[in-house]
């Protein structure tokens, strides 16, 4: 977690809460009785600081509730419309007229439009900006399309969730307010004692990822080192159930996706076999370890390949991770009928191994080979241009800013593919220019839109809303030049080159769109087939202060409407599987075996277009970069670049300098099993890194030198090293998060190697 943040979050709570009431230490005689305090708010910025009236009732002391309306005017910056109707019923109408009703007798929420009614009025209204950046979203005017709407009731009493009233107003329980009042650019959070909204992933404010830092696993695991509270533990699985039942997307995977959108996720729970209703009782757990073990492994019932991910955050904690650990292989649970997450993990890795040395060995081969940043990489070699990326991530406060604003344009991912596309096109030795995603795990997918835009002039693709049971086009025009125009520089702008893509079963979400956009477009695809994963996803901090991901209702098809979300078969299967489950990628990165798969796909005719890239308008940024800073633009011109120009010359470290030492002592601790007790950091005069690895005595136990920018290097030994993501560096955390692999690694998978899954094995 970003240091700032936790800094100013610790801080604001140390100062409110001293001038405030206590909130939880209080007796109440019955159900009805309350204590009022306030809730600090931290608004969209650590350093925006509110505060909000709460009431902790007596039969659930653990959970604030705040009023309806003072909870949506933080959250949207826009008042309610709410009306007492009378024994206990209030009328509730959102600013942009959807009405609904609160009624605190029989705990139910209606809307005439579940849309509508929970979304801000800039997604209702069209002007969210993530829909007016490089990719500028254009309203459907096809006569007779009707607009998308669904009346929908939430029975909160079926899950045994309270509403009051008082004052007015309804009285909601504040998770429940943040898990329905949700969307990815505004999402509230209660966690630490404070209620924080926070925006998506690409922002600089993405409240979730402080769960991921180690120090927040400390705090939990200190907070409930004497267990959880029972009206919490009992609040908290309620609440569980309703946020999976409300927004869970039904990807169709799972053998028992007819239970579940049947029963829910208790019904499925209690019914489908003894392990799932072990795993129940697991989840209503007042003890903190068996809790854990049971959020961890209820992954092995919900795997969709990495979009619906229950993540134990408490586990970063290595201390209790074992003790988590205990609890799971004295559980021995047989996970019959499961989801098939450790086979699925298991290929996964083997797709990245492969991957990762196939793709070295290609590297040492190429004429040209640049790092822009870490999983941003550019070669050449002959006829052939590799442009290689981890993650669809970059900031969306950036590009708001340049496009809406006075921001000047960022220096990132979208940028960098841009000027390699240039460079290539204007290298007459380069024809075909491949985008490698061998190790994508997604994100974006309006990168994906601009990228296809630049390689087919696509700007239509499609979409289904499972839950009205529906496919729409979305339509759109692309800034291909950055100019902030939508023009016919745009239309014109054309290259000579083939593209293909490399993709393998790591390739996932946007890693697994990307290949689906370019197959209907006529597009080459070589490797493995894709990983699958289609769903749009929604990330959640349970009231306990857990991580979770959903799979929602809307997911991303085919050109035909068809589900992509078991993967994309590529052209040319060029991934060889070897006895012991090992994959060889040799053939895929090989620049000979590119080239040769490009001829025979589109032939060996040259490409004749009728504008080229040096005819249209293209933006050159001139940067100065450090370690610390932004890239400042010095100059801006309208005129075709040499290949010099195009260089990203100046680096992104992957991580401060200072963090670095922390990184590798993870690394070798995960190796040896022992962490050193200190390490010294030097820079050297070539760039790179120097880490020496000691014990208490300081004798040198191992020395790493380490490039800054990737965060790769060797050992003393000449041994391969990959620093490892330690989740206080927020931009790690991003790329954990984008994919929705999030701390898995702490996970089922750590937990599936003690044994704990053997036992089915063995009977």
Known sequence: MNKYLRRTVAAVSALMLAALPGMTAFAADTAAEFREAQLPVLLYAPDRVSSIDCRFYGD?????????????????GKELKIKDLGDGAYSVEVPYGTKGVFDTETDQISAEDRFSFFAPEENYTGENYMTKLFINFQKNEDAGEEEIS?????????????????????????????????????????????????????????????????????????????????????????????????????????????????????????????????????LLSTDYAEYVAGYDCVNMYLWDGGHTVFSPVAENNKDFLNQVVAVSQEKALSYEDNAGLIEDQTSTYYSVEGVTAARAAMVEDADTAETFAKGIEYYEKGDTAVFYFDQFMISG??????????????????????????????????????????TNTGGLTLIAQYMMGIMTDLTATKAANNIVGIVSDSRYKVDKNFDKAFDELDDEFKTDL????????????????????????????????????????????????????????????GADGSNIDNGITPHYETVKYLEDGQKDFSETYNFANI??????????????????????????????TTADTAP??????????????????????????????????????????????????????????????????????????????????????????????????????????????????????????????RKKDSE
């Open 60 to 76: 659930l002391p653990s959970i604030p509730y705040v009023k309806l309306s003072d909870y949506y005017s933080l959250w949207a």
């Open 397 to 438: 406060d950036a590009w708001d800013a340049y496009y809406n604003g006075d921001g000047e344009l960022p220096e990132d991912l979208l940028t960098w593919f841009y000027k390699c596309v240039l460079r290539a096109d204007q290298n007459p030795e380069i024809k075909n220019f491949v985008l490698d995603l061998g």
């Open 632 to 757: 400042e633009t010095t100059a801006q011109t309208s005129e075709t670049t040499s290949t010099e120009t195009t260089t990203v010359t100046e680096k992104q470290y992957f991580a401060p300098v200072s963090e670095l030492g922390d990184m590798a002592a993870k690394d070798y601790e995960s190796k040896k099993g022992k962490a050193p007790a200190k390490t010294v950091t030097t820079e050297n005069e070539d760039g790179t890194v120097t880490v020496s690895l000691q014990d208490e005595a300081g004798k040198v136990l191992d020395t790493y030198t380490i490039d800054p920018v990737t965060g790769t290097g060797k050992d003393s030994k000449g041994g391969e090293v990959n620093l490892p993501q330690t989740g206080n560096n927020v931009l790690s955390g991003v790329a954990a998060l984008a994919g929705a692999l999030v701390l898995m690694g702490a996970g089922a998978a750590a937990v599936a190697g003690s044994g704990v899954f």
């Open 150 to 282: 669904k009346e929908v009731t939430l029975d909160l009493a079926s899950y045994e969730i309270d509403l009051r009233s008082g004052d007015g107003d309804v009285w909601c329980p504040l998770p429940t307010l943040c898990d329905l009042f949700y969307d990815a650019t505004r999402n509230g959070n209660y966690l630490e004692d404070t209620l924080m909204f926070g925006k998506d992933l690409s922002s600089d404010f993405p409240v979730y990822l402080m769960t991921t830092a180690p120090q927040y696993a400390d705090e939990l695991v200190e907070k409930y080192q004497n267990g959880r509270p029972a009206d919490l533990a009992k609040y908290n699985y309620n609440e569980l159930c309703l946020t999976f039942d409300f927004y869970y997307g039904f990807p169709g995977r799972l053998a028992y996706t007819d239970l579940l959108r049947e029963k829910g996720l208790d019904g499925m729970l209690s019914e489908l076999n003894d392990t799932t209703r072990a795993l129940k009782e697991m």
């Open 498 to 557: 083939r593209f293909g893509i490399i993709t393998s079963h790591r390739s996932f979400s946007c890693g697994n769109w990307l290949p689906s956009l370019a197959k209907d477009n006529g597009i080459m695809l070589m490797g493995e087939a894709s990983g699958g994963g289609s769903c749009f996803v929604e990330v959640h901090i349970s009231p306990d202060g857990m991580l979770y991901t959903l799979s929602i209702g809307n997911c991303l098809v």
């Open 595 to 624: 080239s040769k798969r490009f001829d025979e796909f589109y032939g060996t005719e040259p490409i004749v277009t009728t504008t080229t890239a040096e005819s249209t308008t293209t933006t050159t940024v001139t940067t100065t």
